[in-house]
């Protein structure tokens, strides 16, 4: 089933609130990149501030907006600071939220409920998120940013604001701004969300017929000997970083959690684009049983393709390197694209190429993240674990992946010759016996 990807136009439903979400983005990113740098205080990880938008006035401080709502923004400078960090450029953040260009929706709610906007220029996600979730993000905010400062490299997505919008009458709608892991000038040609449990982890093949572009998940995975080709440097930078996140995830007490991983063929290309270069291809709705993960269909931006120029050129410019976190990172590839540049795992044409055990390029592009880690191991959680842990394996339930997921296609190679011959001595001694 394809689904062709709704434009919040004048028309929408939820136009206004997407209006006027990105109407506040607006205003209060614009109003803490005014006030001159200063370092973080203690203080400013539980801040928060109120405004108000008046359709009729507006007043000396705020301008006047065309609706009537009120907004909330919490820790400003903190998430300032996480921008930069994430090598977010101000203005440029600003030009893609702009209210003047309205979002495209991503599906229908989920299981959980949260609607998914893009941004003009897809490289933004605004989701909406529970209270619960944006109660746990506010708790765990000073941890978090700790994380991202030793972790330039994080997997864990990368939260770039979080606020709260509610119209006359309705009621309130917390939401985050965060990365759009997909590129939307690669054609993503599978995508995986993976939790590293293999209970109800599975997408029906037969939807997969209907929509080859479907989200796939830990059970197709394993089904397909899937695996991310990596050389060694790669391969341990990788397993190092994941670790690192997955840690600060279980001490923070987070579950649910999935590491998403689309696959971008370079052979096959973006053969589809190349057909019809107006539509952008997206893999949403990792977990829903209900929705079959639809593919999304949407109009790209015309100014992409000059995006992309500009990017290429400014590449050939400046051929920087990531900066090395340790040995492994001083092999690190070297094609790297503005903001993402920076980050070892977003550097390959914005994701992480495959390397041969030689360390030659592979036939692949993995775009790569942790996404929904803002549910806590809380009682719903526990007696959902109980419940499953009746009927089926409790240890194959566990968030954490017991398995790896990199490996070289020769290290595949032995391991799979070695599960042969393991079988193949298994079944002489039964012989024998
Ligand atoms: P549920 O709780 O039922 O799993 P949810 O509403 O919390 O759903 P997520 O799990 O966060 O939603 O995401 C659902 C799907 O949306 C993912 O499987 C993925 O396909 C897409 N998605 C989510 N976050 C991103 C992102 N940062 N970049 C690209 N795609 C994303
Ligand atoms: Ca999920
Ligand atoms: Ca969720």
Known sequence: RVIVG????????????????????????????????????????????????????????????????????????????????????????????????????????????????????????????????????????PEYYRHVEKNPNTLISQFYGLHRVKMAYGRKIHFVVMNNLFPPHRDIHQTFDLK??????????????????????????????????????????????????????????????????????????????????????FQPGGDREDEASPNMLMRTPSKLENERKARELRMLIKRERPVPLDKAAAKMPEEILDERKYHVFYADDGGFRAT????????????????????????????ENFFKGLSNDRSQISPIPRRGITMSKEEAERRRQSRASNRQSGENRQSRS
């Open 196 to 281: 590293g449990s293999t209970i109800g982890r599975d997408l029906q093949e037969s939807d997969l017929e209907r929509n080859p572009r479907a989200t796939m998940k830990d059970l197709n995975w394993v089904r397909r000997n899937r695996y991310l080709q990596c050389g060694p440097a790669k391969r341990d930078f990788f397993v190092e970083q994941l670790k690192r996140d997955v840690e600060l995830l279980k001490r923070l007490k987070i579950m649910d959690y999935s590491l998403l991983v689309g696959i971008h063929d370079v052979e096959r290309g973006n053969e589809e684009k190349l057909r019809d270069k107006t539509l952008q291809v």
């Open 356 to 383: 041969h055990e030689n360390g030659q390029p592979g036939e692949e592009i993995y775009y790569l993240g942790i996404i929904d880690c803002l549910t806590h191991y809380g009682t719903v959680k526990k007696l």
């Open 6 to 141: 709704t434009k919040v136009d004048q028309n929408h439903v939820n136009y206004v609130t997407a209006y006027n979400m990105l109407t506040g983005i607006r205003f209060t990113v614009s109003r803490i990149n005014a006030k001159m740098d200063r370092e973080l205080t203690p203080a400013d990880f539980g801040a928060k501030h109120k405004f108000s938008f008046d359709i009729s006035t507006g007043n000396e401080l705020i301008p006047s907006a065309k609706y009537d709502f009120k907004f909330k923004d919490y820790a400003p400078w903190v998430f300032r600071h996480l921008r930069a960090k994430f090598r977010l450029d101000p203005a440029d953040y600003l030009m893609s939220l702009t209210s003047k260009y309205i979002l495209s929706e991503l599906g229908s709610p989920g299981k959980s409920g949260s609607f998914f906007y893009f941004s003009r220029d897809y490289k933004y996600i605004i989701k909406t998120i529970h209270h619960a979730e944006h109660k746990l993000l506010r708790k765990i905010l």
